[in-house]
DNA sequence: AGTTTTAATTGACGCAGATCAAGAAAAAAC
DNA sequence: GTTTTTTCTTGATCTGCGTCAATTAAAACT
């Protein structure tokens, strides 16, 4: 059983430094009385550790959740009975969007490590959205955002090429913590091998193999989770496929 | 340059009838005067010809479109050269709404056959959505539905067989069809074969072989792109992994 | 009509990466 | 602390599917 105290975290993970809800949900020009009303909405804001869940498939939907701080990853069951990630996600991003048309979890969401969660009750925030101008579009905005994200994925997988897929991966991750002012080429993992694997749609063993093989070629220095971005333009280069020859100009 | 008459289309075709644009974007329990301003809203709906483009990757973002008959696929570049499919779109579906974030389309729509799409002004969209009470919600459900979808493809590429791939893909066609009162078993498929290998990541030549072996085993009726699903149980069991065996309990 | 272009199918071959297996290193449990 | 469990890595083998190549069929032109 996990109890609520946030524990230290190890000082060799790069640490995800804690995001204000508000400023990931709100649009920038809101008020001090309108920013009061938002916070009155968030109602839980708790530390959770890793393993534990957020939300699982099959759950009712009633809340968004939004990272303060740490990992947490999604994933939809297979029925052959291995689970599928599909997504990682870091301070400063949303989870849960993808039940809200039906009204139920279709993914499970789970802590990677420690982590500092807010949950935002839906039909609290669609009222807000009504209330507070600009909060609509902002709402819009950030499921349009997940969408490209996913397409931005689902391109990434469409590469055939291991190393092109892990190389993107990184590079994502890269950008991702650029965006929330973190360090952009060095930083904790806090996914295991497996979980990339999946997410990636390669064998565990492959990952591993082309960690390896990226540390040797000095692309990177990886020391089990820890990772260090080494040969940003090369890495850039695996990523668009320099070596790709299999041109067919245009679809269709 | 496509002309504005919309050409009869060949018998052989399973037809994609019309859809309302209204029942799609709007709640059900719209009154008429507000179906009225609703419609006032959706200003062009024109009919497109195979190869027309309905936006590009690069254009500003102004308006979400609705389909009301025929199929669109979107896509991606890929810097290689070679373009990556992220979609097809059947009647009664949207496209665009990955371009709200940013105001710029990341990705092509060109329509797969002779097809009728509207154009829906988003500022126009959003504005209704702050009067007509209900149409906010439902911005939000098509929004989450978008991203449960894209999620389920995500889901469908994990696997890394082939033949699962491509029942995924024929049985998720046959569920939209249905959805849309359309035959769930006999559809016709726009796209060519070179197009669903760049949606499953899979070679056109490794397509092609499956189609006719799915035929040669009785799964399905195939004639270029005529379909007919005949054993749904065993392509619903190919597709849940039947034989597959890697089974790691949990994932983390 | 005929000609060109594009799409689809099928076969042969090879390789990237899955799978199997075994050992090492952490992490978790006690 | 020790033991157990899980994760990661590395090697050896095998195979599914990508690639190359050639044929056929169907659109799309003129």
Redesign the interface.
């Known amino acids: 059983m996990p109890n609520n105290k946030i524990v230290s975290i190890d000082s060799k993970k790069v640490r995800c430094e804690v995001c204000s809800v508000a400023s990931l949900v709100l649009p920038e020009f809101l008020g001090g009385k309108e920013l009061e009303l938002f916070e009155s909405v968030v109602t839980h804001c708790c530390p959770v550790h890793r393993?534990d869940y957020i939300f699982q498939a099959g759950d009712t939907f009633r809340s968004i959740f939004a990272i303060k701080s740490g990992s947490i990853?999604t994933?939809?069951r297979?029925?052959?009975?291995?689970?599928?990630?599909?997504?990682f996600y870091l301070p400063g991003e949303l989870i849960g969007?993808?039940?809200?048309?039906?009204g139920v979890h279709?993914?499970s969401a789970?802590a990677?490590e420690t982590a500092a969660v807010c949950e935002i009750p839906f039909d609290h925030l669609?009222e807000l959205?009504?209330t507070i101008p600009g909060l609509?579009?902002q709402?819009?905005?950030?499921?349009?955002?997940?969408?490209?994200q996913?397409?931005?994925?689902?391109?990434l997988?469409?590469?055939?090429n291991a190393e092109e897929r892990l190389a993107g991966f990184l590079l994502d991750f890269s950008n991702r913590f650029i965006k929330r002012g973190f360090s952009a080429t060095d930083f904790y993992l806090s996914?295991?091998r497996?979980?990339i694997g999946?997410y990636l749609?390669l064998a565990v063993e492959t990952v591993s193999r082309l960690f390896t093989r990226f540390h040797d070629d000095g692309l990177l220095h990886v020391e089990r989770k820890h990772v260090q971005l080494k040969d940003m333009d090369r890495l850039k280069l695996l990523f668009?496929?320099g070596d790709?020859q299999?041109?067919?100009?245009?679809?269709?």
């Open positions: 393993g990853k994933y939809t297979k029925k052959a009975g291995n689970n599928q990630i599909t997504g969007l993808d039940a809200i048309e039906e279709h993914s789970k990677l669609e959205s009504s609509q579009r709402m819009y905005r950030l499921l349009s955002k997940e969408i490209f996913e397409t931005n994925l689902l391109t997988l469409g590469s055939k996914m295991s497996n979980d999946s749609g668009n496929g790709n299999s041109d067919q100009k245009q679809h269709g």
